[in-house]
């Protein structure tokens, strides 16, 4: 069985930084891809970032430079640490096991301006 739960959500100012973790179950995890995605109001769910096994990693274009994707094994968490935010990042964050069904509940995070 395989559960994710995210955490570091929370309102921040424009520019402001937020670091979201995901922790998950299951012995899965050390060979899995990770990914974050995000839901705003009204939009699709869209991918931010995602990090493979091998800790190689792929992001959105509207976050390069802004948004790091990283991982813990040894505490099976993926980390999205959020930097020089926009009111325009707002939205439920969603942490996914790559590629399945798996997601986790969603952490909201509000910037504002």
């Known amino acids: 069985q395989v559960q994710l739960v995210e955490s570091g959500g929370g309102l921040v100012q424009s520019g402001g930084s937020l670091r979201l973790s995901c922790a998950a179950s299951g012995s899965f995890f050390s060979l899995a891809a990770m990914a974050w995605y995000r839901q705003a109001p009204g939009k699709q769910r869209e991918l931010v970032a995602n990090?493979?096994?091998?800790?190689?990693?792929n992001y959105a274009d509207f976050v390069k430079g802004r948004f790091t994707i990283s991982r813990d094994n040894a505490k099976k968490t993926v980390y999205l640490q959020m930097n020089s935010l926009k009111p325009e990042d707002t939205a439920l964050y969603y942490c996914?096991?790559?590629?399945?069904?798996?997601w986790g509940q969603g952490t909201q995070v509000t910037v504002s301006s």
């Open positions: 990090i493979n096994a091998d800790g190689s990693t």
């Open positions: 996914n096991h790559w590629g399945t069904g798996y």
